[in-house]
């Protein structure tokens, strides 16, 4: 006889639920069908597939209401920032607080809980402050202290001693999705700048210097940071540990630009030090027309699409790589094909009628 024994029951909370990362993994979690996934947002989906809670994590008194009340939460993944423009700093202070806001209210309740993981990013290394050896490790020192990804590593650090939880913190890169509601999205910017481009019968520009169009950069494909995180929250070897997830094929955008100009059959163009903010700011009448030509959704060329955000991503004039070495060593091993990702993106963004 085959027992059929469950696993024990989890319940998870996703802070930043109705953000990209929040949502992706929340999807994730349901889909895995016993991480009862229980989402914390300012503003709540309310066509969520899973529960979601009112609370405002800059608000100490908010959370101590709705959270100290909470029973049986085994997981934590943070994913939550406070507003901010893609791109612009964030504010430290806030963010610091919002997850210290968190703790203050869940900890002293949450005999069940496990693991807390946060997802940050490439900033801890400093990325956008200055070149430096790539490429980068987890161990390296923290070279952007105005991010607040060192505080809040330490946060859960100086919590987690003598406590029966874990920490674990993912650093991906430059995070992309197949979606129609994210305008902060590479995949969309590319492909509508692309799009307009060829209507106009220019070659494929590379709005930005010719430095930025030659070194090595890199991407994280949402899916496999979602993945990663749940891989983190339950393997023992990645307790109190930080991972780079990233797709592992650090690529350049000379080499991404044929790849590009073949999809959308245009000349190759070259680096013309431009922007995308300022292509696109003259460009609403002949999106409109487009719009119309091609019975495309309708849609505004300046909100559609966070155009700087674009330009955020094409800033660094040196290498932005990091090490998966870590990660593939402790058993995820899973890597993307970063050209396929984009050309299977501008695939979905023409299924969705939101490019030609």
């Known amino acids: 006889m085959t027992l059929n024994i469950k696993p024990k029951q989890r319940k998870t909370l996703i802070a930043g639920a109705t953000g990209q990362i929040g949502s992706s993994v929340g999807m994730h979690l349901m889909g895995l069908g016993d991480w009862g996934p229980l989402g914390l947002a300012r503003t709540p989906d309310p066509q969520a597939a899973y529960p979601m809670l009112a609370v405002d994590l800059t608000n100490a008194n908010d959370c101590l209401q709705k959270l100290a009340k909470l029973e049986g939460v085994t997981h934590v993944l943070y994913a939550a920032r406070f507003d901010h423009f893609g791109g612009e700093l964030e504010s430290k202070d806030t963010n610091v607080a919002m997850l210290r806001n968190l703790l203050d209210a869940l900890e002293p309740n949450a005999k069940a809980l496990q693991h807390i993981h946060l997802v940050h990013g490439t900033k801890y290394y400093g990325h956008t402050v200055k070149e430096r050896r790539t490429p980068y490790r987890e161990d390296d020192a923290c070279g952007n202290f105005k991010s607040f990804y060192f505080e809040q590593q330490q946060l859960v650090e100086q919590r987690q001693l003598g406590a029966n939880w874990s920490w674990s913190i993912s650093r991906p890169h430059a995070f992309c999705n197949y979606r129609t509601d994210e305008a902060r999205n590479m995949l969309l910017v590319l492909g509508l700048y692309a799009s307009i481009l060829r209507e106009l019968g220019e070659p494929l520009h590379f709005p930005g210097t010719p430095r930025s169009f030659t070194v090595k950069t890199q991407f994280s494909w949402l899916p496999t ?108 091993t899973e890597t993307i094909n970063t050209p396929k990702m984009f050309t299977g993106g501008f695939d979905y963004f023409r299924d969705h009628k939101m490019i030609p």
Do not use: H
């Not at 350049?252 to 013309?272: D, I, T």
């Open 225 to 332: 940071l979602a993945r990663s995180a749940v891989w983190m929250m339950s393997e023992p070897q990645c307790r109190n540990q930080a991972y780079n997830i990233v797709n592992g094929d650090p690529v350049s955008w000379s080499e991404l630009w044929p790849v590009f100009a073949r999809y959308f059959n245009m000349e190759v163009g070259q680096p013309n030090s431009g922007t995308f903010a300022k292509f696109a700011a003259d460009k609403d009448a002949i999106w409109q027309d487009m719009i119309a030509k091609y019975g495309l959704r309708k849609t505004d060329l300046q909100t559609v699409a966070q155009w700087p955000y674009g330009d955020y991503v094409f800033s660094p004039q040196w290498d932005v790589v990091s090490d998966m070495s870590k990660a593939q060593r402790d058993g995820f």
